[in-house]
């Protein structure tokens, strides 16, 4: 059986926590925002205080980040552009040992629909 990036981002996101634009938007400046889009995506435009590592190199790149040394405590919120990359993030910091780790449900593109504030890094 052959599956489609559709079809793994439905089987991620079983396996993991989504919240609402609410609840993110509520803990900006004190939970760590992890946006795992391009860096293009990112220049372009971000939640507040977000920091940026692609979901191509996260598990590269997550463990020598000094925000994200704290597997047990810290509460990461992940985004991409729609919400499936950032499903896949998600379920991969779980496996890495990130135990307090939620994905943000309809990403970067339902923040600026419902006129949250973004930042230009």
Request: proline share 4%; charged share 20%; glycine share 8%.
């Amino acid at each position: 059986m052959t599956l489609s990036a559709m079809d793994l981002v439905a089987i991620a996101k079983q396996n993991i926590t989504e919240t609402e634009l609410k609840t993110v938007k509520q803990a900006l400046s004190k939970e760590l925002i992890l946006d795992v889009r391009e860096p293009e995506e990112h220049i372009a435009g971000c939640l507040p205080g977000a920091v940026n590592i692609p979901r191509g190199v996260l598990e590269f790149k997550i463990g020598n980040h000094p925000k994200f040394q704290n597997k047990q405590e810290a509460k990461i919120y992940v985004y991409c552009q729609t919400g499936g990359r950032s499903a896949l993030a998600t379920e991969t910091l779980q496996r890495l040992g990130y135990k307090n780790v939620v994905s943000m449900a309809g990403g970067f593109k339902a923040w600026t629909e419902d006129g949250h504030q973004v930042a230009q890094p």
